[in-house]
């Protein structure tokens, strides 16, 4: 049964970490090696039962195949999930044991931050191992990517209104921002220099006020936001916000931000292109977080990273060259954009001696 699943999504490795003492019940998925070692972030959360966390690790694994691919990056595919309520069930006991088995996979697997973990508790796993990312700035760490998120999107939005409208001034649009947490303000932010018309939503009212206040935003109720007559919607809150229910009350010609997730289903995603909205891959579009993470492995360097994020534009060009070319949604062309670069770089043969890239560990700091 699992390994009909792993056939199915072409997982090369899944590890089950256990450890009775450190209380740790974690899987690690491997899902594509061939760009790169695997990296991706371990999630903490109190899965309902151990199919639930095995099934999330293995389609969590598997998305950061197509990311990283799209990103350009020399990086495969990989995630890691611990069983477990963040708010209760952390120890330094349960992180030294999670680094120990990231450690036992010899840099195949590099770890990073997800959802329910910090940077303090990468610091623990970092005793045990140097395949990790995201660590503290005093170790190389990049610190909070958001800012890199932000900007990435924003060369994301740029590609993306070329595409639909000939041009890429930003401040010529408007745009319906839903979220104004640790990426979304900053894109708003981003927005308001170049002279953008922009609305605003979040459930935390402080935060709404703050990008009235300071962006100049117009605030709108959180539901409301879905009708609001603009030229983008920006979701940079949660997934599947474009769904049977919103879709329909969409009067914006394109959907560009940094959410995960965006389209609720495939079928909503070709649904968006009969109405003649351009959608912007969500994965190619937020891709800025990853690639600063990355860039933590052979060297942390903030002006580099900025540069990397303007890549993004590319990619994104690159996938509406895609889909063109193709005759396919927007959301098909990111994937096929991966596979195919999977695809040319595997059949590469590499020189004499030398080997695929790898991660030859952080230089640790006494
Ligand atoms: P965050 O938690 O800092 O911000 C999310 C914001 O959305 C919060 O202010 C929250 O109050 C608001 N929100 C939640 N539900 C809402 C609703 N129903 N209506 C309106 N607002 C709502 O998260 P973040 O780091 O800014 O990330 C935002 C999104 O971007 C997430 O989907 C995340 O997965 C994705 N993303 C983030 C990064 C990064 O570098 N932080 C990288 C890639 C992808």
């Known amino acids: 049964m699992i390994f009909e699943t792993l056939d199915t999504f072409g997982h090369e490795q899944v590890v089950f970490c256990h450890n009775k003492d450190a209380g740790l019940k974690a899987i690690i998925a491997i899902?594509?090696?061939?760009?790169?070692?695997?990296?991706?972030?371990?999630?903490?959360?109190?899965?309902?039962?151990?199919?639930?966390?095995?099934?999330?690790?293995?389609?969590?694994s598997r998305g950061m195949t197509y990311k990283n691919a799209v990103a350009g990056l020399n990086i495969g595919g990989g995630k890691a999930v611990i069983i477990g309520d963040p708010a209760k069930d952390?120890?330094?006991?349960?992180?030294?044991?999670?680094?120990?088995?990231?450690?036992?996979?010899?840099?195949?697997?590099?770890?990073?931050?997800?959802?329910?973990?910090?940077?303090?508790?990468?610091?623990?796993?970092y005793r045990e191992t140097q395949y990790v990312t995201g660590?503290?700035?005093?170790?190389?760490?990049?610190?909070?990517?958001?800012?890199?998120?932000?900007?990435?999107?924003?060369?994301?939005?740029?590609?993306?209104?070329?595409?639909?409208?000939?041009d890429e001034d930003v401040g010529k649009y408007s745009y319906a921002v839903q979220g104004l947490g640790h990426v979304g303000m900053e894109y708003v932010k981003l927005l308001k220099e170049r002279g953008a018309k922009i609305f605003v939503t979040d459930i935390h009212k402080d935060r709404v006020e703050k990008a009235v206040t300071d962006?100049?935003?117009?605030?709108?109720?959180?539901?409301?936001?879905?009708?609001?007559?603009?030229?983008?919607?920006?979701?940079?809150?949660?997934?599947?916000?474009?769904?049977?229910?919103?879709?329909?009350?969409?009067?914006?010609?394109?959907?560009?931000?940094?959410?995960?997730?965006?389209l609720s289903t495939d079928a909503i995603g070709d649904e968006v292109v009969k109405r003649g909205i351009l959608y912007a891959p969500d994965y190619a579009v937020n891709a800025g977080g990853v690639m600063n993470v990355a860039l933590e492995l052979d060297g942390y360097n903030r002006e580099r990273a900025m540069r990397m994020m303007r890549t993004i534009y590319h990619n994104l060009t690159r996938i509406y060259e895609i889909a063109d070319r193709d005759g396919i949604p927007t959301?098909?062309?990111?994937?096929?954009?991966?596979?195919?670069?999977?695809?040319?770089?595997?059949?590469?043969?590499?020189?004499?001696?030398?080997?695929?890239?790898?991660f030859q560990g952080r230089i640790r700091s006494a």
């Open 135 to 166: 660590v503290h700035q005093i170790h190389g760490g990049s610190g909070d990517p958001s800012p890199f998120t932000a900007y990435g999107a924003l060369q994301g939005l740029m590609a993306t209104l070329n595409k639909k409208f000939g």
């Open 31 to 60: 899902h594509n090696t061939v760009l790169g070692p695997a990296l991706g972030g371990t999630r903490m959360w109190p899965y309902a039962s151990e199919a639930e966390a095995l099934n999330d690790v293995l389609r969590l």
């Open 331 to 358: 959301y098909r062309a990111a994937d096929r954009l991966a596979e195919e670069r999977i695809s040319a770089i595997g059949k590469l043969k590499l020189p004499m001696g030398r080997s695929q890239p790898r």
């Open 90 to 125: 952390k120890s330094e006991a349960l992180f030294r044991a999670f680094g120990q088995f990231v450690d036992s996979l010899g840099g195949r697997y590099i770890t990073a931050e997800d959802v329910g973990i910090d940077v303090n508790d990468m610091e623990y796993v």
């Open 215 to 262: 962006f100049g935003a117009e605030a709108v109720a959180p539901d409301a936001i879905y009708d609001v007559e603009a030229d983008v919607y920006s979701p940079c809150a949660l997934g599947g916000t474009v769904n049977e229910q919103t879709l329909p009350r969409f009067k914006f010609k394109v959907i560009c931000g940094a959410a995960n997730n965006q």
